[in-house]
């Protein structure tokens, strides 16, 4: 590889969230040969090759270096790593495909609310039957380490390969550990969630591989990536104020970020009251500007990245 390679989900709602991001950070994506297409280019970054993978696809080119970025949900990040900070550096948490992995047990078990109360009635369980609670998921993993960590032992997992919350009706398990937005869909089917039973907290993150071949073109391609995507976040948090050049707002004490003469940024709350201490001392006419992209020297995720990778 050369370019930076980066793969997007190919179908659903986290490809168009993904595709809005891009495209609010002013990278419109176009698909090669149409909507079915699985090879994409970035409006405005041309060395970047985009292609386009289901999310666990993404997630397994992420640790096998095939991809250098990806977008994809932090579950199946963890659940395809047996070590994710060895393998994957999060460069930014994307703000949508919130989901949540928990452990649900039906609702009829009036006395089982916590991981503790599920290793007595799996202990129970195979003292009286000889045989271990199952565990319907998808999340095989993530499961394990989960249970370890909370001391449940008398367990096996039942592999899901459908609805795993249809899994303990259909008597095919007792317990699940699946993914879950709002809970509705595991209330419908007569679960609850347990008061410990919280895996994750997932939403998509941009991520990038360790194990793939940075070249130096490669770099360059996420530099200028992270640089669009923060530099449209400062201009959504920040406004920009104009006012007279000969006043100087941080000798009068005011907190702002001065970039040039008679110009400033402020954060988008303060504007007005900015404006209005401006005017007051002689600086008027004040003038309040939306600001779209605020770049900077240096970006702050690329650096990290960079030390990251010479440890």
Same mark, same amino acid.
């Given at each position: ?64 270096? /095939? ?25 930014? &948490? ?22 503790? /109360?599920?290793? /007595? ?21 993530? $499961? ?100 007279? &050049?000969?006043? /100087? &707002? ?40 939306? $600001? ?20």
């Amino acid at each position: 590889m050369t370019r930076l390679r980066l793969a997007i989900p190919s179908k659903g709602r986290l490809k168009e969230q993904t595709e809005t991001y891009f495209a609010g950070a002013g990278f419109r994506l176009e698909q090669i040969g149409g909507a079915r297409g699985y090879a994409a280019r970035l409006e405005g970054l041309p060395d970047i090759e985009v292609i386009l993978l289901s999310a666990s696809e993404i997630a397994a080119a992420l640790m096998s270096g /095939d991809i250098h970025i990806g977008v994809t949900g932090e579950d199946l990040l963890h659940e395809t790593a047996s070590d994710l900070d060895a393998v994957i550096h999060l460069l930014a &948490p994307l703000g949508f495909g919130r989901a949540r992995l928990v452990v649900a047990a039906p609702r009829s078990w009036i006395d089982v609310d916590t991981m503790a /109360d599920v290793e /007595d009635v799996a202990a129970r369980m195979e003292a009286a039957t000889g045989r271990r609670l199952r565990v319907a998921t998808k999340y095989v993993r993530s $499961t394990r380490r989960f249970f370890s960590a909370s001391g449940v032992s008398s367990y096996r997992i039942v592999e899901s390969a459908g609805a795993t919350e249809g899994a303990p009706a259909a008597g095919a398990a007792e317990l699940i550990v699946d993914i879950t937005t709002t809970g509705a869909t595991l209330e419908g089917n007569g679960l609850k969630i347990l008061k410990d039973g919280l895996i994750l907290s997932s939403q998509a993150q941009l991520a990038a591989s360790l194990r793939a071949d940075w070249t130096s073109e490669a770099l360059l391609g996420l530099k200028a990536l992270l640089e669009g995507m923060d530099a449209r976040a400062a201009g959504r948090a920040l406004q920009t104020v104009r006012f007279s &050049p000969k006043l /100087d &707002p941080v000798a009068l004490g005011l907190d702002v970020e001065v970039v040039g003469p008679g110009e400033a940024l402020c954060a988008r709350g303060k504007a007005h009251d900015l404006a209005r201490r401006l005017a007051e001392a002689g600086g008027g006419p004040v003038r309040i500007l939306e $600001t779209e992209f605020v770049y900077r020297v240096l970006n702050e995720r690329f650096e990290r990245f960079v030390a990251r990778r010479r440890l």
